[in-house]
């Protein structure tokens, strides 16, 4: 997400007239009876105001400072309200801190916040401080999405005061939502939040003005912190904020006097100001997710420059806490805010490490591959290929490597990597007769390791052979096989669909959905297996369970273009829990399922079109042949729904896409002539 630019305040009406609009249509809804929310408390001279809603019902109040005791009602925050003060932390930098503890963009989800710091010990099962005197840092955007903000906030209110009398700290710090609430960008509030404006008929910004405790003491929270040498900051340092060579303090004093509870058109209007406030600002910057623009030396140079050793960032949501640039660079948004999981970050005697939900902890420097990373992307990640695409084309008979580029984008294109590389053909028979062969791509590995993966280096493309709708189907098809198998032995190969873009001079010349494979090092190192690559095996040397489901599948699918000889089309893995070696299929687009227009049966085989199925004469006993029957008809009704689930494929291909495999279930129910033909000597 990008923060908004407006030109002369356009954009910035727009935003406030839409949320009074919603509001008002709000304040017409009826009553809703399980809506809870506040308190927002406000000094007022002599009393305190109150306003919460509870049932649905807003409640306003004025009470006595003197008379003041404690808010308590159900389902909302307790508050001391003879306890409003709060901790003001000049400190920007600390050192020799025992053990530190952070996370960020919690959005509202403050069960997930509380299991989280129960099961680290750092809170109680009352949810009160027990950490020590160690410092717990939360990097920014409490605010909007979830339905919790108010219990979060009034939570670290009163544990930020416990953590400082026990000789710990509470560091939360501002993130971009901070201020987009409190500057009145309201656009990604609750709903909660607004049926609350429309009760109290107030826009909600207003409920953090000058005055109120919450609002207050917001204000006062810092955007940079320095802790054993780790910079905390919720979004990063870009270049040029590091350039205009302000020091830590100077840059929290500038949030505080000056971009908070500030109206935008002000701070626009002074250059210093605006870089600091939006995208190359430190509650903005997504910077070092584009590595076209930063690599190892940029961020060594930022660091070296704020006197630092590492970068705690949020902002830039993963699936998981991640390090980038040799862990220089540590991502911790994992997502808390979809409501289901989350992680911390916990810095001991010098060490990272991730802490998850259930209180186990594991060392930071689990990498992932490239391949892993995209393959765990939702949708359809995007890579562009930058090269010579017609010499590529031209040329692919050769197999020869040439330079390009490769960018990997997630879905919605909010995160990105760039790599340097090398890029060929491969594929014996569809180098020769595709437009558009199958490709692998060469990552130099010190770019892998850079950027914060683990240097397996070759990533293998499959793309539709050429331009045609029926080549989406045969390509999709073949994808399908990949998948499918996991249903037959879950010690498969995997794949993933992909939208590639071939690009030549800065012009995309073709784009096409294909898929990944995944490369044999991959397989190797996501199984901790071990690739047998020399020497010849014959079928009784391997795992007989896996090889039977392997046999059995292929006469499924048709497909006859597999020999265990010469590991053609076959992976041969030693796996640490399996004695024996495993065979594990893959190239399937010359079986008869795919159907491409190309495959024919080799001519040794006695069938005439590769849609005939053919089984080899690898000896099975009448035993191993009733259990394996007996195995694929008992996943009949989950490979059908598979099928149905394959919905990148049109309706008319998935009912063809069963009708063949319905043939083959029909086939196991007729068990004297398969026998005959599977069973020959």
């Not at 709000?26 to 809870?36: G, N």
Request: hydrophobic letters at 35%.
């Amino acid at each position: 997400m990008r923060m908004y630019k407006s030109k002369n305040g356009q954009i910035l009406k727009f935003v406030l007239s839409l949320s009074l609009i919603i509001v008002s249509l709000v304040m017409q809804a009826r009553i809703e009876p399980t809506m809870f929310d506040g308190p927002y408390i406000f000094n007022q001279e002599d009393s305190l105001r109150i306003q919460w809603v509870e049932k649905g019902i807003g409640h306003d109040t004025l009470i006595a400072k003197k008379d003041a005791n404690e808010f308590r009602r159900n389902n909302l925050p307790v508050v001391d309200l003879q306890d409003l003060d709060f901790v003001i932390e000049d400190k920007v930098s600390f050192d020799s801190i025992d053990k530190v503890v952070a996370l960020s963009d919690v959005h509202g989800q403050y069960d997930i916040l509380l299991t989280l710091l129960q099961n680290h010990n750092i809170i109680d099962k009352d949810g009160h401080w027990v950490f020590s005197e160690n410092h717990l840092v939360i990097v920014g955007d409490n605010f909007d999405r979830g339905p919790k903000v108010l219990d979060i906030l009034w939570f670290l209110f009163k544990l930020q005061k416990e953590a400082y009398n026990a000789g710990g700290r509470v560091h939360v710090l501002l993130g971009n939502h901070e201020i987009m609430v409190l500057n009145g960008d309201l656009r990604y509030l609750n709903k909660k939040y607004y049926y609350t404006s429309a009760v109290f008929t107030t826009k909600y910004d207003q409920f953090f003005r000058k005055g109120s405790i919450l609002g207050d003491w917001i204000t006062q929270h810092k955007a940079v912190i320095s802790i054993n040498k780790s910079l905390f900051v919720h979004g990063g340092m870009s270049p040029s904020i590091v350039k205009m060579g302000y020091s830590l303090k100077e840059i929290n004093q500038v949030f505080e006097d000056s971009l908070i509870r500030q109206s935008e058109s002000s701070i626009l209007d002074d250059d210093k100001l605006a870089l600091m406030y939006m995208e190359e600002g430190p509650l903005w910057y997504r910077g070092y997710f584009d590595t076209s623009a930063i690599n190892n030396k940029s961020v060594d140079t930022i660091l070296q420059t704020l006197g630092q050793e590492h970068l705690v960032i949020g902002h830039t949501s993963q699936d998981k806490i991640k390090p980038l640039f040799n862990s220089k660079i540590i991502v911790i948004d994992c997502s808390i805010k979809l409501g289901k999981t989350g992680q911390l970050l916990i810095s001991e005697n010098g060490e990272f490490e991730i802490g998850e939900i259930d209180g186990t902890r594991k060392i930071l420097h689990e990498k992932q591959t490239l391949f892993d990373y995209i393959y765990n992307l939702d949708g359809l990640p995007h890579l562009e290929i930058n090269t010579e695409v017609k010499k590529l084309i031209n040329k692919s008979h050769k197999e020869e490597y040439q330079m390009a580029s490769l960018r990997v984008r997630n879905t919605n294109g909010s995160q990105e990597y760039y790599f340097s590389g090398e890029v060929r053909a491969r594929g014996k028979m569809r180098k020769k007769v595709c437009r558009f062969p199958p490709l692998k791509y060469n990552i130099p590995k010190a770019e892998l390791t850079s950027q914060g993966f683990v240097n397996i280096d070759k990533l293998k493309f499959v793309f539709p052979c050429r331009n045609r709708s029926s080549d989406d189907k045969y390509n999709s098809r073949e994808f399908f096989l990949y998948e499918l198998y996991n249903l037959i032995d879950t010690n498969c190969i995997k794949a993933k669909r992909v939208n590639f873009s071939l690009i030549e001079d800065g012009k995309e010349k073709y784009n096409f959905v294909g898929f990944l494979v995944e490369d044999e090092d991959e397989y190797a190192y996501r199984k901790n297996a071990r690739i047998v690559e020399s020497g010849r095996i014959q079928d009784t040397g391997l795992d007989r369970e896996p090889f039977l489901k392997m046999l059995f599948f292929q006469y499924m699918i048709a497909n006859t273009d597999f020999a265990l000889g010469n590991k053609h089309n076959l992976e041969l893995v030693k796996l640490p829990d399996i004695d024996r070696v495993v065979a594990l299929p893959y190239d399937f687009d010359y079986s008869g399922f795919v159907g491409q227009s190309y495959a024919v049966p080799h001519e040794s085989l006695p069938i005439k079109s590769v849609q005939e199925r053919y089984f080899f004469n690898y000896k099975i006993t009448e035993e191993e042949y009733l259990r394996m029957v007996e195995y694929f008809l008992s996943l009949e009704n989950d490979i059908y729904k598979f099928c149905d689930d394959a919905t990148y494929m049109s309706e008319k291909t998935i009912r063809a896409n069963k009708s063949f495999l319905k043939e083959f279930f029909d086939l196991l129910r007729a068990p004297k002539w398969l026998k005959r033909e599977m069973i020959k000597g």
